[in-house]
């Protein structure tokens, strides 16, 4: 697709180089510039940032994007459930569209959900916008490190069909959930088998993430 010219660079932040690079390659394909901003090498690296030293990661944020702004930046997509978990980016130096975004349009839609996240930071980021925005909001949330891992290292199909979460997913249907949230950037990758897989309505992230960069970018209103 012919990258619109018109529409100025999205910043992809992202836990690692991987998701980063997810994002920057989805947004690409809807026809947007984007440069990708990875904040840790590696899942390892960047899960001991937010456990243990989630300030510095919080500065190291903040000051990314401030550096992006004097370069002319005008829009940021946080591409990572976790770190929007960690960092408090409602307050910033760019509009940052971020999972928290799709959090508060998506749960009052819903009086209950099973959501998967690649660690328990991110789950904490779900729970407390529910607290916020649906307190009623019924939610199971599962997380997965291993298969963020498993995706990273190359085989995602192989880390779907070894992790526990084809076995998660019908527990979901027995207890009729509204939906799925897939709360985890890595696993926009195995959307498609996830779907597959799965009777009730899946509701990924990372691909209403690109939808949302994408409106904001091209200057169309956002719902909501």
């Known amino acids: 697709m012919t990258l619109d010219v018109g529409a100025p660079a999205v910043a992809v932040i992202a836990g690692t180089p991987y998701d980063t690079g997810l994002g920057v390659e989805l947004l690409r394909a809807k026809g947007l510039a984007a440069v990708p901003h990875a904040m840790a090498d590696s899942p390892d690296e960047q899960d001991s940032l937010q456990y243990q030293d989630s300030r510095a990661l919080a500065a190291a944020f903040h000051a990314r994007l401030r550096e992006?702004?004097?370069?002319?930046?005008?829009?940021?997509?946080?591409?990572?459930?976790?770190?929007?978990?960690?960092?408090?980016?409602?307050?910033?130096?760019?509009?940052?569209?971020?999972?928290?975004?799709?959090?508060?349009?998506?749960?009052?839609?819903?009086?209950?959900?099973?959501?998967?996240?690649?660690?328990?930071?991110?789950?904490?980021?779900?729970?407390?916008?529910?607290?916020?925005?649906?307190?009623?909001?019924?939610?199971?949330?599962?997380?997965?490190?291993?298969?963020?891992?498993?995706?990273?290292?190359?085989?995602?199909?192989?880390?779907?069909?070894?992790?526990?979460?084809?076995?998660?997913?019908?527990?979901?249907?027995?207890?009729?959930?509204?939906?799925?949230?897939l709360a985890c950037t890595h696993f926009t990758t195995v959307l498609p088998l996830i779907t597959a897989c799965c009777d009730l309505p899946v509701i990924d992230v990372g691909v209403r993430l690109i939808e949302l960069a994408t409106l904001a970018a091209t200057g169309s209103e956002i719902p909501g």
Do not use: K
Request: charged fraction near 20%; aromatic fraction near 4%.
């Open 68 to 181: 992006l702004r004097t370069r002319g930046t005008e829009l940021a997509m946080l591409f990572c459930n976790s770190m929007s978990a960690v960092v408090d980016h409602d307050s910033s130096a760019l509009p940052v569209i971020s999972p928290v975004t799709v959090y508060r349009e998506v749960l009052p839609e819903l009086r209950s959900s099973l959501v998967i996240t690649g660690n328990a930071q991110a789950l904490v980021g779900v729970e407390r916008t529910a607290w916020q925005v649906s307190p009623g909001h019924r939610m199971l949330g599962v997380s997965d490190p291993a298969l963020v891992r498993g995706i990273e290292a190359g085989d995602p199909e192989a880390a779907f069909t070894d992790s526990h979460l084809p076995t998660t997913l019908r527990l979901a249907q027995r207890l009729e959930l509204d939906a799925v949230v």
